[in-house]
């Protein structure tokens, strides 16, 4: 089934079957929106809200969202949700199989791999590559050119269930390697590293490489830094 809000703004030519496009949402020049995806979802109270109501959901559905923005020359591929209050700049791509929670902002340029998980109340920066399968909880911070390998586990309780929740606020340029976990309420300095399969129990440093469980600094980021080139030098052909 193919639904596109009468309050949207569509300036794109590139919509497949089968989307649903809800509120006042707007689609930028250029943006290839695949089939079964749904953009401007809204959230569950208001699912709550209109239960019972009748039988044309897509209709009650439209009437209470407020919409998303969708950028330009954007890739949004099939099987992806963006619920309502979903900011979105030019040139993101996303995987299949992407959730993208409402109040979440993503820069120009970002990369989300398939499968990921973004639960909302989350600002992500620009040129930010989130490999597949990553878990970003609410209030996570992601400043610009982050790179975060496939597996990465953010969290926000660190006593769960808890009435507290603290986002994990990650610095400009760092790098998060595959299957760490990030406990909540840590901040990654700029530049940082964290090795694959490490546990940050604790605040890294700007510059600083740490790896373990819990993690520990190891180096500085410019032998970090060394070690890739000489990685790729020996790259065959």
Known sequence: MRYISPAAKVMS???????IILGPSVIGDGTIIESFVVIGHPVRSKLIEIRGKGSDLEELMNDVSEGSVIGKNCIIRSNVTIYERVEIGDEVETGHNVLIRENTRIGRGTKVGSGVIIDGDTIIG??????SMVYIPRGTVIEDNVFLGPNVVITNDKYPPSKRLDGVKIGKGAVIGANSTLIAGVKIGENAVVAAGSVVTKDVPPGKVVAGIPARPIYDVDVFIRKRIEYEKLKTP
């Open 13 to 19: 030519k590139s919509v497949g079957n089968d989307v």
């Open 126 to 131: 620009d040129n930010v590559s989130i490999q």
